[in-house]
């Protein structure tokens, strides 16, 4: 499938700006504040979430993963699984949360025990 739109930061930095490609049958473009943008992100990702809500979620391992190094996050306790949340400041998404069941939270604990023992004090991690 063809592009059919192309986004792009304006040169000062402040607005987005969403053009329509040749191929999708569009003419004109559209230039988005970052609320906006927010706005158009966060309904499009619950117009994906709507489509794949009938499907498994796909295995993860092996799955190329953009890491987020600096931002806000929190852990809290979340009502409904009587587990924890963990929410955090997507740069590219706004505001994200993972609920995890108890067990799950457990396991995340342990890992992240394992992952602790690996450092040295330094900082760097031990050799394999």
């Known amino acids: ?6 986004v792009s930061l304006s040169d ?6 969403l053009a329509f490609l040749e ?3 569009q003419e004109g473009e559209i230039t988005l504040s970052l ?3 927010t706005q158009l992100i966060a309904s499009l990702g619950a117009v994906r979430r709507a489509m794949v809500e009938n499907t498994p979620p796909p295995p993860i391992e092996g799955v190329p993963v953009v890491p987020v190094f600096r931002t806000n996050w929190a852990v809290q306790p979340e009502a409904l699984t ?3 949340l963990i929410a955090f400041q997507h740069p590219a998404y706004g505001p994200i949360g993972l609920a995890l069941a108890p067990d799950d939270a457990r396991r995340v604990v342990q890992a992240l025990t394992r992952h602790q023992a690996m450092i040295h004090p ?3 991690t031990r050799p394999s």
């Not at 499938?1 to 192309?6: D, L, V």
């Open 1 to 6: 499938m063809s592009a059919r739109m192309q």
């Open 12 to 17: 000062d930095g402040r607005t987005a700006n």
């Open 23 to 25: 191929a999708s049958g």
């Open 35 to 37: 609320d906006q943008l």
């Open 82 to 84: 009587e587990g924890s």
């Open 122 to 124: 330094s900082g760097r």
